[in-house]
């Protein structure tokens, strides 16, 4: 079905180090690579890729444990689902294209990724877009009441004995329309097509044990690796763009562009008209402002 949306975009699985990727690709000049977040797929890219692609050569993937891409088995560290094992998915498949240096945007989880990928990987990211979000660390070491309410989900993940799994498996359909519903204000619709892809890739339990491994992870091992980062001194050298929805909670909670110059040497961004899901709910917008920032910083 994802086809249907994405019909120009040639599709392959690429192996990274035992990991299937799933992945598409359309046009041609400077890569970029764009990272989908939680609880979707490379679909939520479906109006700003092709966009993107008038100009540079766009990599779509699903990321380890979602979408078409393989859930491997995970550890009691997480191991496999942390940001550094997710990250180097994607280095592995741009080296597999025949990118070493490219440009990432990435929403929500991916944007966790791409900034765990522009850390570990310096030389192969010349620019990062991080998309409704800020760093991981930050929002722990700054979590209040509003952060637990408005993220609460954050938590529940992250809860064990398969809680989660098993609730959420209960009825995957209702989990992915309720959750993206309460975090969509206004403008663009989601897009049936890519609701019922979502919705059919979160109908597997693999995929939603995965999920919740991802954020297991996140509030575990990925913080030892953060803060061994920031007691070392190590910050994003590349040029950063942050956005973020107006109506959104990062938008409402946090000074956004203060919160990533904190962890970043290059800091720009701005507000845009919506709630969380950028690409599909401002896609316009988005395009736009990644269309300017990759045409500035976004060259091999």
């Not at 990599?59 to 491997?72: I, Q, W």
């Amino acid at each position: 079905m994802s086809d249907q949306l994405l019909g120009d975009f040639d599709r392959r699985t690429v192996d990274a180090d035992g990991v299937r990727i799933n992945v598409r690709t359309a046009g041609y000049g400077p890569p970029v690579l764009l990272l989908h977040g939680y609880p979707q797929t490379h679909l939520i890219w479906h109006h700003v890729a092709p966009v993107l692609a008038a100009t540079h050569r766009v990599v779509l993937t699903d990321l380890r444990g979602y979408g078409d891409s393989a859930k491997p088995p995970s550890d009691d560290a997480h191991t496999p689902y942390a940001k550094r094992s997710m990250a180097r998915d994607q280095l592995l498949v741009m080296r597999e294209l025949g990118f070493d240096r490219f440009a990432v945007v990435g929403h929500d989880r991916g944007g966790r990724v791409g900034h765990r990928l522009a850390l570990d990987h310096p030389e192969a990211v010349s620019a990062l877009a991080v998309l409704d979000i800020v760093p991981t660390r930050y929002a722990f070491h700054h979590a209040d009441m509003g952060f637990g309410l408005g993220y609460y989900h954050w938590f529940f993940l992250t809860a064990g004995n398969g809680i989660p799994e098993h609730l959420i498996g209960q009825d995957p359909e209702f989990w992915i329309r309720t959750r993206m519903g309460a975090r969509h204000h206004g403008g663009t619709p989601f897009s049936e097509a890519a609701l019922a892809e979502y919705v059919r890739c979160f109908s597997d339990p693999a995929a939603i044990h995965a999920s919740c491994e991802d954020y297991r992870a996140a509030a575990s091992l990925d913080l030892v690796h953060d803060d061994a980062d920031a007691a070392a001194g190590r910050r994003v050298t590349a040029p950063v763009l942050a956005l973020w929805g107006a109506y959104g909670f990062v938008g409402r909670h946090y000074d956004v562009l203060a919160a990533w110059r904190g962890y970043a040497d290059d800091v720009r961004g701005q507000a845009l008209p919506c709630d969380h899901y950028l690409p599909e709910e401002a896609p316009a917008e988005t395009a736009h402002q990644l269309r300017a920032f990759l045409a500035d910083h976004g060259g091999a």
